[in-house]
């Protein structure tokens, strides 16, 4: 594929590979801009009915215009190859930002508000993203949150593809969208937007702590995880959150839709509220303070060391987990997720 052209895309460099595609940088030869294009799984647009689908969501996907959600440019067909076009992006997604350790407090909730804001303005619109997860958020080196994939993961979950497929690395560690998938997705229930909420909830949990808040070395154990399991409270990890963190991610994790956040604007509302307390701590009393991006910085070594080692000597009584998020490459990253790209819902 690369070197070769699709329409006026000229495929200049592989950036990954996932369940739903492969992922190439692309030269617009018409525009001369760099873009993206995702090449779709043939197994995905096999089904006519599922790729009219895909197209129907994509174009719902395509007219969200929020600065935090990857601008989608356009589907396209050229010999059989299905695939999209979509904004190029510099920068690390979440789960190579994070890499095991925990942001520092306002990276975190800037992160976690940009992503709760655009979710608010998708749900507004009727679009549901359904695979919220680190690797499908990226951000700039100015603390940029940018949401990918949106309509994709309803392809997937609707082409029969193998769901046992967790991709464990070589320390059994899961990562993908189980483990940040609500109950109801975990148990093949009716999804709504209130898993947008709880996903966007292990999220935030993940970048405050470096680990994942429901852990397993299978599917079936995260699952059970998620479906059973009460998360360790965040002051277990670390020592400066505002006890309102705490009370959003209860809200956000709730098992069921009913306990959660009714709305993703009404989490956003919080996030915003309790980063503006942080903010005032600092002397920043403007409330559009929050809105303004932070760049994405790791808590303190020495206050993280005490507290994941405290916490690594109660859980193992040693000094290895396999609790942590797979460490990622620190290289720059330009596209999508290439990893965990196939959602386990």
């Known amino acids: 594929m690369l070197g070769s052209t699709l329409l006026n895309y000229r495929i200049i460099e592989k950036l990954g590979t996932g369940g739903q595609g492969t ?51 356009g589907l396209h067909e050229a010999g059989g190859i299905h695939f999209i076009t979509m904004q190029h992006i510099e920068g690390k997604n979440v789960r190579q930002l994070v890499n095991g350790r925990p942001l520092e407090l306002r990276s975190a909730l800037s992160l976690a508000l940009q992503v709760a804001d655009a ?52 320390l059994g560690i899961p990562y993908g969208t189980a483990t940040y998938a609500a109950p109801e997705q975990a148990t093949g229930g009716r999804v709504d937007h209130r898993a947008d909420i709880f996903s966007t909830g292990v999220l935030l949990y993940e970048m405050l702590t470096g680990i994942w808040p429901f852990q397993g070395k299978t599917s ?18 670390r ?11 209860d809200r956000a994790l709730a098992k069921k839709p009913a306990d959660r956040y009714q709305r993703m604007a009404e989490m956003r509302d919080d996030l915003r509220a309790v980063l503006h307390e942080v903010n005032a701590v600092r002397g920043q009393t ?35 987990t396999s609790s942590v998020p797979p460490a990622a490459s620190t290289s720059s990253v330009r596209a999508s997720n290439p990893v965990d790209d196939t959602p386990q819902t």
């Open 23 to 73: 992922v190439y940088k692309a030269q617009d030869t018409r525009l001369g801009r760099t873009l993206v294009v995702k090449v779709l799984s043939p197994e995905l647009t096999a089904r006519e009915v599922n790729l009219k689908r895909f197209e129907r969501e994509a174009q719902l996907a395509s007219s969200l215009d929020h600065p935090n959600i990857c601008i989608i440019y």
């Open 119 to 170: 979710l608010a303005a998708a749900h507004a619109r009727g679009v549901i993203h359904r695979d919220i997860k680190a690797g499908n958020v990226m951000v700039t080196e100015n603390g940029m949150a940018k949401i990918l994939d949106f309509g994709l993961a309803k392809l997937t979950d609707e082409s029969g593809a193998d769901k046992s497929d967790m991709h464990l690395t070589e």
């Open 220 to 237: 079936v154990e995260v699952r059970y995880a998620v479906l059973h399991d009460t998360p360790r409270p965040v002051s277990d990890y």
């Open 239 to 249: 020592q400066d959150a505002p006890p309102r963190v705490q009370q959003i991610l």
């Open 286 to 320: 403007s409330i559009e303070d929050t809105f303004t991006p932070v760049a994405p910085r790791h808590q303190q070594a020495t206050t993280f060391g005490r507290t994941f080692k405290r916490w690594l000597r109660n859980i193992t009584g040693t000094g290895e």
